[in-house]
């Protein structure tokens, strides 16, 4: 039995667990097998997806489905086995998670039928090795975190997220849809051997290209084209947000891959300037809005979209270096992309598994209503610090190693030689430091107000720890955030097969390095050890509690309290999510946001209060999908006068179309 | 087919759209129901000649099925229906004669023009023919919306009909079903109306369309 026959019998496993449970009915007995079942068939599917990864296996197989003439393929590749691990580690702690989280769910028959569908759709992308089965899968996918998503449909604004969803998740499958049909061709070769067999000429290939931006590129959150995911992955339930969030960002980001540098072809320069463009866009505005929102949720899905720009940075250099044949810059640009995929995926899930725990135990998302848990929930805040500084790329966590690589690639640039890359990469490489620094800022925001100071609520004064399953998920991905983050040259080992296949190239072997160290190019140009930095940072952060708990003074003394700078006593008087945003706002705001401030100060003696009202506009929106919206709700007003028309002036409709045909026939036949 | 067979032919078809002309040309609705079943006459001879020449016997069955139906049985019970209803003296245009009289000379040059110049390679006779199908569909069309009643709906409706049995009979080899299919459809197509007819007279106390336009609630 090849493993990917393994692979396929557990996707479809996923697939089919909904029976039993909707049999099961609303007893607590289907959360548990729905759950249980897809944390052990994750757990399984990983481990076949490691070791084909690792001993580097290629397998196809072939089911008599879909269309006659093509059935339905699939192949294991190492790019496949890649985001497989990827996405059965999300799957397999989302759904441990959820066996503790699913208990507070209201309406679990509106969650629990589709979640592992959602979950055998995203395998199964992952798999397909033909147009047709990627894009049933992918339409699965869609439609599967859709009804997800909507789960809380009676919550105000979940139905506009889902509509909005619905809208761009249609767009996308459309646009790759086309893709495909280019890449195709008129003989309608959609497997994938057939289209790598027949490149295609530049300009199809540049038009595909586009299309895969749009159809990739909107599932995945690239800037514009990711309205949706701060709407809809607040909408879903915790376990559901971080998979949509940590795992099917990176399918999108898989197919994009898939695409773009194994089915079209050798690319052309520019094209590495366009995704770095929209890459080092996505990563500032992401972060930016990320940095304004007060729900914590909201405010993690707009990281996503930073993190996607990071991605698309690594691949757009992975792009450019390959145009230019280094194929060793490429591979460790490419590494750096799939190693922030990994990581992300790791860090994202905690941290939205920590905002489901926060919600479950003090019933809030807004920062601005929270405050203090660290008290209340000591497990819960740990795990959201290691997933904040993870995410902040601070080293010894994971985020750093992939954030670093990608800068290492950066600084390979001069190399390359049209003058566009030479200008455009040093800036984009500036944008995404700028996005690291605000990155950090973000989380610094999102731990300290919900975890530090003074409870704002009486439900945050009151909050609860979650149940053992929740930590177990959370504590899990903290350790391999760690362990990402220490023995980083495991996993780009693991990658070499990945990127070898795709750009030709490879980092050097990491195994060999003394010390755990890992070196992308040269030792004596730049190396990193995470294990060094870690006893360091232990180190010294003990031997600095030890001595102020063993030199400094024991005496009491006796001293007006330091107040903060927050001597009235009401918790209103500390920081809120808008006030910690305030210096950002004043910097970037009036170019990214159009942000307004006006101070109302009533005249002395006045007893009116003063006001301060500070506006932000989401320019994205109003420029591009505003007036779209405009114009297709103006076309359906004028069109919708067609429906109370009378029958004669149907029937000469129909004459009137009749005649201008046979006119046009006459007139060019 | 060549010589005097073809002659005939040709003045059967071209029967039919004058027919379809004079119909057009007719205000009250008595008359009109004359008119189409002159029509359908002119039909069931044009489809017996066809059969006659084109040697198969099967279209003698259209031939005596257009008769029957469209010739005899349903513009008996039309003339019945509107009797009935009481509006057998009743004025049914809204268009001038003049201009749709116009309107259906242009389409008879339309329906030549197109069917000539597509293919000029074909058979004679059957591109002929299928200018004239054309023609009377059209003006069947054209007929439909210059109609004020549902009856001239129902006529014009049915001498669409006629064309498209024209036109199925003047390509050789068309088989039975087909036919067959297309007066029944004719058929239902009178009863589901005949009904209507009824339904109308019953809610609205007319069978002006214009009153089923102003139960919707829309300008007229």
């Given at each position: 039995?090849?493993?990917?026959v393994?692979l396929l019998?557990?996707a479809g496993?996923l ?6 449970t ?5 007893s607590g007995?289907?959360?548990w097998?729905?759950y249980?079942g897809?944390?052990?068939v994750?757990?399984?599917a990983?481990?076949?997806?490691l070791?084909?990864l ?6 196809e197989?072939s ?12 192949r294991?590749?190492?790019?496949a086995s890649?985001f497989?691990?990827?996405v ?8 441990l ?12 028959s509106r ?10 759709a995203m395998m ?5 090795a033909?147009?047709f089965?990627?894009?049933v899968?992918?339409e699965?996918?869609?439609v599967?975190?859709?009804a997800?998503?909507?789960?809380h449909h009676?919550e105000?604004r979940?139905?506009?997220a889902g509509?909005v ?6 767009f996308?499958?459309l646009a790759?849809?086309?893709c495909?049909g280019?890449?195709a061709g ?11 067999a027949?490149?295609p000429?530049?300009?199809?290939a540049?038009l595909a290209l586009g299309l895969?931006?749009l159809g ?7 800037v514009?084209l ?7 992955h607040?909408?879903a339930?915790?376990h559901v947000?971080a998979?949509m ?10 197919a994009?891959?898939r695409?773009?540098?194994?089915l079209?072809?050798?690319p ?7 995704v770095?463009?929209l890459?080092?866009l996505t990563?500032?505005?992401?972060v930016?809005q ?5 729900d914590?949720?909201?405010?993690l899905a ?5 993190n996607?720009?990071?991605?698309f940075v ?7 270096f390959?145009?230019a ?7 460790l640009a490419l590494?750096?992309?799939?190693l922030?995929v990994?990581?992300h ?10 905002s489901?725990?926060?919600?479950s ?7 601005d209503?929270l405050?203090?848990?660290?008290g209340?929930m000591?497990?819960?805040?740990l ?10 790329a601070?080293p010894p966590l994971?985020g750093f190693?992939s954030?670093w690589l990608?800068f ?5 640039s001069?190399k390359l030689?049209?003058w ?6 040093p800036?984009v490489g500036?944008?995404?430091a700028l996005?690291?620094a ?5 989380f610094?925001?999102?731990?300290g107000l919900t975890?530090l ?10 909050a609860r720890e979650?149940?053992?399953?929740s930590?177990a998920?959370m504590?899990?991905?903290?350790v391999?955030?760690?362990?990402a983050g220490v ?6 080992d693991t ?6 296949a ?6 050097p ?7 755990l ?6 030792e004596?140009r730049?190396s ?9 940072v232990?180190?010294s ?12 003074s024991r005496r009491?003394r006796r001293a007006?309290a ?5 001597p009235?006593?009401?918790p ?5 999510a808008d006030s910690?945003?305030q210096p950002i ?8 946001f159009a942000a307004?401030e006006r101070?109302?100060t009533?005249a002395p ?10 506006v932000?506009?989401d320019?994205?929106?109003e ?10 709700t103006f076309?359906?007003?004028r069109?919708?006068?067609?429906q ?9 409709l129909?004459?009137?179309a ?11 036949g | ?6 002659d005939?032919a040709?003045?059967?078809?071209g029967?039919?759209v004058?027919?379809?002309l ?7 609705l008595t008359a009109?129901i ?7 006459v ?5 489809v ?17 099925l257009?008769?029957a139906?469209?010739?005899?049985i349903?513009?008996v019970?039309?003339?019945?229906i509107?009797?009935?209803?009481g509006?057998?003296?009743e004025?049914?245009?809204?268009v001038?004669?003049?201009p749709a009289?116009?309107?259906?000379v242009a389409?008879v040059?339309l329906a030549l023009v197109?069917?000539l110049?597509v ?5 004679r006779?059957a591109r002929e023919?299928?200018?004239?199908a054309?023609?009377?569909v059209?003006?069947g069309l054209?007929m439909?919306i ?5 009856v001239?709906?129902?006529v ?6 006629n ?7 003047g390509?050789?080899g068309?088989?039975?079903v087909?036919e067959?299919?297309?007066a ?11 009904v209507?007819l009824?339904?109308i ?8 369309v214009?009153a089923?336009?102003r139960f919707?609630g829309?300008?007229?």
């Amino acid at each position: 039995m090849t493993p990917l026959v393994v692979l396929l019998g557990a996707a479809g496993g996923l697939l089919l667990l909904p029976l039993p449970t909707l049999a099961l009915g609303q007893s607590g007995l289907g959360r548990w097998l729905t759950y249980g079942g897809a944390t052990a068939v994750c757990a399984a599917a990983l481990g076949v997806a490691l070791r084909s990864l690792l001993l580097g296996e290629i397998c196809e197989a072939s089911l008599p489905l879909g269309l006659p003439w093509i059935g339905a393929r699939f192949r294991l590749d190492p790019l496949a086995s890649a985001f497989l691990v990827v996405v059965d580690l999300g799957g397999a702690f989302a759904s441990l998670y959820a066996l503790g989280y699913g208990r507070h769910e209201p309406e679990p028959s509106r969650v629990l039928p589709f979640y592992t569908p959602f979950l055998a759709a995203m395998m199964l992308v992952v798999l397909a090795a033909d147009a047709f089965s990627f894009l049933v899968a992918w339409e699965l996918m869609s439609v599967a975190s859709w009804a997800l998503a909507m789960a809380h449909h009676r919550e105000p604004r979940n139905t506009q997220a889902g509509y909005v969803y619905l809208l761009m998740a249609n767009f996308g499958a459309l646009a790759l849809l086309l893709c495909f049909g280019l890449l195709a061709g008129p003989s309608g070769a959609y497997a994938f051997d057939a289209i790598k067999a027949h490149p295609p000429t530049s300009a199809t290939a540049a038009l595909a290209l586009g299309l895969t931006i749009l159809g990739a590129g909107s599932k995945a959150g690239l800037v514009p084209l990711h309205v949706w995911l701060p709407l809809a992955h607040p909408a879903a339930p915790s376990h559901v947000s971080a998979l949509m969030s940590g795992v099917m960002t990176k399918v999108a980001v898989y197919a994009f891959v898939r695409i773009v540098f194994d089915l079209v072809g050798a690319p052309a320069p520019w094209w590495a300037v366009a995704v770095l463009i929209l890459g080092g866009l996505t990563a500032v505005t992401g972060v930016l809005q990320a940095l304004m929102q007060r729900d914590l949720k909201r405010l993690l899905a707009y990281s996503t979209v930073e993190n996607i720009g990071i991605v698309f940075v690594g691949l757009g250099l992975a792009l450019a270096f390959r145009a230019a044949a280094m194929p060793l810059a490429a591979g460790l640009a490419l590494t750096a992309a799939l190693l922030h995929v990994f990581n992300h995926s790791l860090f994202k899930s905690l941290l939205f598994f920590g905002s489901g725990a926060v919600q479950s135990g003090a019933g809030r998302r807004d920062m601005d209503q929270l405050g203090g848990l660290i008290g209340r929930m000591p497990q819960t805040a740990l795990a959201f610090l290691a997933g904040s500084v993870a995410i902040s790329a601070l080293p010894p966590l994971n985020g750093f190693v992939s954030e670093w690589l990608t800068f290492q690639a950066i600084l390979l640039s001069p190399k390359l030689d049209p003058w566009s890359l030479k200008l455009a990469v040093p800036a984009v490489g500036a944008m995404l430091a700028l996005a690291a620094a605000l990155a950090a800022a973000c989380f610094v925001k999102a731990f300290g107000l919900t975890f530090l100071g003074r409870p704002r609520t009486q439900a945050a004064k009151t909050a609860r720890e979650v149940d053992g399953f929740s930590r177990a998920a959370m504590l899990g991905l903290v350790v391999l955030c760690l362990a990402a983050g220490v023995l980083p040259g495991f996993v780009i080992d693991t990658l070499a097969p990945v990127t070898r296949a795709l750009v030709g190239g490879r980092m050097p072997a990491q195994a060999g390095q003394s010390w755990l160290t890992i070196v992308p190019i040269a030792e004596a140009r730049s190396s990193y050890n995470g294990l060094l930095v870690l006893v360091f940072v232990t180190l010294s952060a003990g031997l600095c509690a030890l001595a102020i708990h063993e030199l400094a003074s024991r005496r009491v003394r006796r001293a007006p309290a330091w107040d903060c700078g927050a001597p009235d006593p009401s918790p209103m008087t500390q920081y809120t999510a808008d006030s910690f945003a305030q210096p950002i706002r004043r910097v970037f705001g009036t170019y990214v946001f159009a942000a307004r401030e006006r101070v109302e100060t009533p005249a002395p003696g006045d007893l009116a209060p003063a006001r301060f009202e500070a506006v932000d506009r989401d320019l994205i929106w109003e420029t591009l999908y505003a007036p779209i919206a405009g114009a297709v709700t103006f076309a359906a007003e004028r069109l919708n006068r067609l429906q109370f028309l009378t029958i004669r002036a149907y029937l000469g409709l129909v004459f009137l179309a009749l005649v201008t045909l046979l006119l046009v026939l006459a007139l060019w036949g | 087919m060549t010589g005097l067979s073809f002659d005939i032919a040709h003045l059967l078809a071209g029967s039919l759209v004058l027919i379809s002309l004079l119909m057009l040309y007719q205000d009250r609705l008595t008359a009109l129901i004359n008119v189409f079943a002159a029509q359908a006459v002119a039909l069931a001879l044009s489809v017996a000649w066809q059969a006659h020449a084109q040697g198969a016997p099967h279209l003698y069955v259209t031939a005596f099925l257009a008769l029957a139906l469209k010739a005899i049985i349903i513009p008996v019970a039309l003339q019945r229906i509107i009797k009935r209803l009481g509006i057998h003296r009743e004025l049914d245009q809204a268009v001038g004669i003049g201009p749709a009289m116009l309107a259906g000379v242009a389409l008879v040059g339309l329906a030549l023009v197109v069917m000539l110049g597509v293919a000029p390679e074909a058979d004679r006779i059957a591109r002929e023919d299928l200018a004239f199908a054309l023609s009377v569909v059209l003006l069947g069309l054209l007929m439909m919306i210059t109609r004020r009643n549902a009856v001239g709906l129902v006529v014009g409706f049915m001498s669409l009909e006629n064309g498209l049995v024209l036109a199925a009979t003047g390509a050789r080899g068309m088989p039975l079903v087909v036919e067959i299919s297309v007066a029944f459809s004719v058929l239902i197509a009178f009863i589901v109306i005949g009904v209507f007819l009824f339904r109308i007279r019953e809610r609205f106390e007319t069978v002006d369309v214009a009153a089923l336009d102003r139960f919707r609630g829309e300008r007229a």
